[in-house]
């Protein structure tokens, strides 16, 4: 196959639904000669935070000179942004090269489109010559495809409610599914939270004999600034304390997700990885994650990028793009808009899945917000503008527009706001992916 043809493939997965399991996987890396048990990794699973965590130890490790491979999801807008190793990703021809590989091992056998997306990340990180691979998991832990690796860490970033449908309809029964990656006498770096929430992950590492370092409680952070915060090791020493660290990502729960890189790498240095506290404090200054709370100024006119810190003209068009998508990350944005933010109006540009609870999140950012743009992005499972409006209270006070085109929608939020407001697109990935690329343009090369 060439890479078209290798997307159309994939693409033709989607009507598969989401299938929980690991024999699947198991079985096909069996047919290609077991790629994951060539690779050191990370895994890092949770509800929010995982992937500026994982991004976050790519760029520390790669400033350490080491050679990173790293595994997200979902994308953007190209398949091929889930593949990289340090700062490049997959190519169209090893993309095409390793699909056609995929699907001549499974013959008449079906997987699903993440099964399919983790078997071709290890088979790319297999040739590739990596020190480590950060695997990200996609849909909750336990029964997740990459949960077939066994790791140097674990990592478990903050936990919420988020796809009830397949992790469970309480906080203890979804801590338990990412608790699901856990394994037998491997180190475990875990946010915490809740008290249910700490005694289902005590639990199950008691139950792998695997060592449990907490936020709060084996290591912590100081600091009322991303601009300069500290790293504690706590009472279990964890190496020396790192000081005068700065992320460069919007949102207080940045400092919480730098924390988390921190210890996993001061576990790290067990298996061989040397990372000082200077390249620390330069490689979280490099961490990008596009789409995540990612602020850009434009020039209405040409629609050039303009650095961030241009001052307000009248020619000038600012956007906050932020794929939260669930209560607790539009919570997190809600709460960085109005403590890092300055605008004399937000207007909002939302778009959501229809399998998602379409109102919480809609509902938590709508007091910040006094226009909001309600829109559809391209897929089966995103909900109608119509199905959203209703999910609005009747005396919100906000005027509410529906277009279902998203260029559109964009045009009209750019009409309404002025050099002092601010256009917000959130409520999906796919949403912020699409409106991205018109903006600014693709991650990837074409």
């Not at 096909?28 to 048990?37: E, G, M, S, T, Y």
Request: aromatic share 6%; glycine share 8%.
């Amino acid at each position: 196959m060439n890479f078209n043809e290798a997307i159309v493939f994939l693409d033709n997965l989607q009507l598969h639904k989401i299938k929980l399991g690991l024999e699947a996987m198991r079985s096909f890396l069996a047919r290609v000669d077991q790629p994951d048990r060539k690779l050191r990794f990370i895994h890092v699973a949770g509800t929010n935070g995982k992937g500026s965590v994982s991004v976050s130890l790519l760029t520390v490790l790669r400033e350490a000179g080491y050679r990173v491979g790293l595994y997200t999801s979902p994308h953007l807008s190209n398949v091929r942004e889930r593949f990289r190793v340090n700062e490049d990703y997959i190519s169209e021809e090893a993309f095409a090269r390793h699909a056609s590989r995929i699907v001549e091992a499974l013959g008449e056998d079906t997987i699903t489109y993440f099964e399919f997306t983790t078997a071709l990340a290890m088979l790319w990180f297999a040739e590739s010559d990596l020190d480590v691979v950060i695997l990200e998991t996609g849909l909750g832990g336990r029964m997740d495809a990459t949960n077939v690796v066994l790791p140097m860490v674990s990592v478990i970033t903050s936990i919420s409610m988020d796809h009830e449908a397949y992790l469970g309809t309480t906080i203890a029964e979804v801590a338990g599914e990412k608790a699901g990656i856990i394994k037998e006498n491997i180190p475990v770096v875990a946010a915490g939270g809740g008290r249910e929430i700490i005694d289902v992950l005590t639990g199950k590492a008691a139950e792998c004999n695997a060592p449990l370092y907490l936020l709060g409680r084996e290591f912590s952070y100081s600091g009322q600034s991303n601009d300069n915060w500290d790293w504690k090791s706590g009472a279990i020493q964890l190496g020396e304390d790192v000081t005068g660290l700065q992320c460069t990502m919007r949102g207080a729960y940045q400092r919480e997700n730098g924390s988390l890189c921190l210890a996993t790498l001061k576990l790290l240095a067990k298996h061989g990885f040397e990372v000082s506290g200077e390249q620390i404090r330069k490689g979280l200054t490099k961490v990008r994650w596009p789409g995540r709370l990612e602020y850009l100024v434009l020039d209405r006119l040409n629609r050039e990028q303009l650095p961030v810190g241009s001052a307000a003209g009248e020619r000038h068009v600012r956007y906050l793009l932020d794929g939260a998508h669930n209560p607790e990350g539009v919570k997190n944005m809600s709460m960085t808009l109005a403590n890092e933010y300055s605008y004399r109006h937000i207007v909002l540009v939302w778009g959501a899945m229809i399998d998602k609870d379409i109102g919480a999140g809609l509902r938590e950012v709508l007091p910040l917000a006094d226009t909001v743009i309600l829109t559809r992005p391209e897929g089966e499972r995103s909900a109608e503008p119509e199905q959203l409006a209703a999910c609005l209270p009747e005396d919100s006070g906000v005027e509410v527009f529906l277009e279902r085109d998203v260029a559109k929608a964009l045009s009209q939020a750019e009409q309404l706001a002025t050099e002092e407001d601010l256009i917000v697109v959130a409520g999906s990935l796919y949403l912020v992916g699409a409106v991205r690329a018109d903006l600014v343009g693709q991650l990837v090369d074409q």
